[in-house]
């Protein structure tokens, strides 16, 4: 088989992978508020916007606005710190971690049925093959 047709089966069989709604939920854990929702749940700790910024790897007007947002909603508090009254500390409410909570409960169920569905040995094997795709489409060649 030719090496285009093979490339074609391998993005048609993404395409339709990433069409899942598990994906769709995976992707929500890595961008926007849930990705937010998700930092401030594990630090569970005040933390300062700029922080969070080059946690996640996020431009600081997007977490000013996804911050924003998600104060509106109630799932986040901002405050003044108290060591330096000119920063501002953000932490999850009760009804963020509830919702993360959630969230993650769904992604976990989706995930626990494809673990369960191939068995520990294939998703071993996985997890291997999708390592080295990430360090053959890393390598700068």
Do not use: W
């Not at 969070?52 to 790897?57: C, G, K, P, R």
């Not at 986040?76 to 993360?100: C, N």
């Amino acid at each position: 088989m030719k090496a285009e047709a093979v490339r074609n089966e391998l993005l048609d069989s993404l395409y339709h992978i990433l069409d899942l709604e598990a994906f769709s939920t995976l992707d929500d854990f890595l961008q926007g508020e849930t990705l937010l929702l998700r930092e401030l749940a594990l630090r569970r700790e005040p933390v300062c916007p700029s922080d969070l910024s080059d946690q996640v790897h996020l431009s600081r007007p997007r977490i000013t606005a996804a911050l924003a947002a998600l104060r509106r909603k109630g799932l986040v508090r901002t405050e003044p710190s108290q060591e330096d009254r000119r920063r501002v500390e953000v932490t999850i409410t009760p009804a963020g971690m509830a919702l993360i909570g959630e969230k993650l409960e769904r992604l976990n169920a989706y995930f626990d049925r494809l673990v369960l569905g191939l068995g520990a040995e294939k998703t071993y094997e996985l997890i291997r093959l999708i390592d080295q795709c990430v360090g053959i489409m890393e390598d700068p060649a």
